[in-house]
C-alpha cells in the first residue's frame, strides 16, 4: 500500500482582489455574478483548513434557518425529501445540533487533529480545495474529496458508490488509518466523547441512548441533511427569471445539451437539480499506466480474504487498487475505472476536479472532454472528441459557474477569475499530442503491458 506524505503549512489564506472583474463582465455578463471583494484574511489550522470558530461563523451566516423540527429544504419537495429521511433517524433540532458539533470534532480522529471540517471546510465549499486530502500524521490520500454539500441527494456515497447512506458513510473516515486514523473499536472511538458531560447529554436528548458509534454518523448525517445549497442563478433562470444568467452562459447551457452532450450523463432539470445520472462511467482519467487487469485480479484476491468496509474503504483511498473505481465494490469487468457521475451544483468553487483531482481548471475539464477522454479498453462509449471551439468552450464554462448557490457569489466570482487567468497561461489537457492530433488516440492505447515497460 501506499501513501503519499506532503505538509501544508499554518498560517494565514488572503484573496487577491478584483483585478480580472473588467475582463469576467465582458465573458459572462454581470448578471450571473457578483463582482469578486478582496476576501479578509481566513486564519488557518490544523492541515490548513480554517479554523473550527471561524469555520462556525460562516456557518452560520450561511444556514440561519436549520433549528427548526420538520425540516425541509427550499425547493425541494417535502414528500420526496421525506422519502429520503431513513426510519432510524428523522431529522430533529437536538440531533443537528449534535451532529454539528461532532462534524467539528477533532477528538474523533487519532491525533486529535483531523476533523469532518479539515476536509470538509466551510469556507472552501465544504471541500479542501486540494487535489487530494490530507489526514492525521500529513498523510495524503489518492482521492479528491467532494463536498458535503447536497450529498444527501445523492444514490450512493464514495466516487465508487462504495457505501449506500451519509449515516453510513461517516463512520468511515473515523477508522480510516490515513483519514482520522482511530482503532477500529468502539470503546476507542467513542472514549473522548462518553468522558465529557455536555455529550452525554445530547446523545440522551438526540437519541435516549448512551453514546455509540452508530449513533455519531447517525447525528453527522442529519447534520449532513441541512447542508442543501440549491439556489443558484441558474435554477433561478430555469424558474423563469432570464435575467438570472448572462447570454453566454445561456449558449453554454444549450452546448451541454447538443454539441457537448453533457447532459447525457450529467442531465440537469427542475426536478434533478443536481446534474448527474447517479451512475457509474469511464471517461478516462484513471491513471493510464496502470495495469488494470492485473490489478483487478489481486484487488479481488484481497477482497476476498477481507471484504469488509474498512478493507474497502482502505484500498479505495490509500492503493493504486482505487483507480480501479467501481469495479472494487462490484467485481463486474465493465466497472473497471468507472466512477460515479459528479453533481455540477456549487461546482465553480469546489475544484480542483475529478476523483484523483488532477484537473486545476473547469478548462481543464472541458479540454479533457473536447479530446475525448485519455484512450483506454473500458473507456464510456459517449466519450469521443468534440470539436468544441475556444468560444465554446467558454461558454460552457460560464454556464458551469451559474451552478453555484447564491450564497458563494463572492467565492464563485474569485475562483473564476483564478482560474480564468490560469485558463489563459496554461492548458494542459489541451494541448497534449493526443489533442493536436500528432498521434492518433490508439497509438497511446495502454491494455496489459509486459511489466518489464513499466
Ligand atoms: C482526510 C480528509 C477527510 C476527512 C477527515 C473526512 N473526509 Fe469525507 N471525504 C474525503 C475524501 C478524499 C472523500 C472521497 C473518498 C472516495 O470517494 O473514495 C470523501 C468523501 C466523503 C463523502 C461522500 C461524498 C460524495 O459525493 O460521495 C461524504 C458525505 C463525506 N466525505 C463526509 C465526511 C464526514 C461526515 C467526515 C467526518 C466523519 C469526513 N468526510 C471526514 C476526505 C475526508
Ligand atoms: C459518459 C458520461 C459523462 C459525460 C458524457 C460527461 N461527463 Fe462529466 N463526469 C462524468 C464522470 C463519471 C465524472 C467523474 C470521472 C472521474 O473522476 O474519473 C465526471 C466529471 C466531471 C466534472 C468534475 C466534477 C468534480 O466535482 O470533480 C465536471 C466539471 C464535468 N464532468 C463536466 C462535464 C461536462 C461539461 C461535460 C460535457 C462536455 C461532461 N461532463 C460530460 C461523466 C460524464
Redesign the pocket.
Known sequence: MRTKIRQRAFGCRSVPPGIGMVILVMLTGQSAFIAAQPAERIPLGNHGAAVEAYQQRVLDALQPETGATNYVPNGIDPVYWNALIPQDNEITPARIALGRKLYFEPKLSADGTVSCATCHDVTRGFSDQQPTSEGIGGQFGMR?S?TTMNVTLLHTMF?DGRSPTVDHQAMQPIINPIEMGMEDDEAVIIAGIKDDPEYRRMFRDAYGRDVNFQDIGRAIAAFERTLNFLDSPFRRYMSGDTSAISVDALEGWKL?NRE???A???AISPSNPLGTDNK??N?G??ATHLDFEKLAAEAVQILQQDNSDKMLDELALATEYGEL?RFTVTHNTHDIG?????M?LN?GI?GP????GSLKT?WD??DH?NAGGEPNLYL?G??EP?NLTERQIDQ?VAF?FTLTDIRFAEENARKYQEQFSLSRRERPERNTPVAERKVLSFENFRHSQPEQER
Open positions: 479528491n467532494p466516487w451541454f457537448g452532450r453533457c447525457a450523463c450529467h457509474f462511467h471517461i482519467i484513471a473505481g468507472t466512477f460515479r457521475t459528479p455540477l461546482v469546489t476536479y475529478m476523483h484523483d473547469l475539464v472541458m472532454y464510456d459517449g466519450i468534440l460552457i458551469l
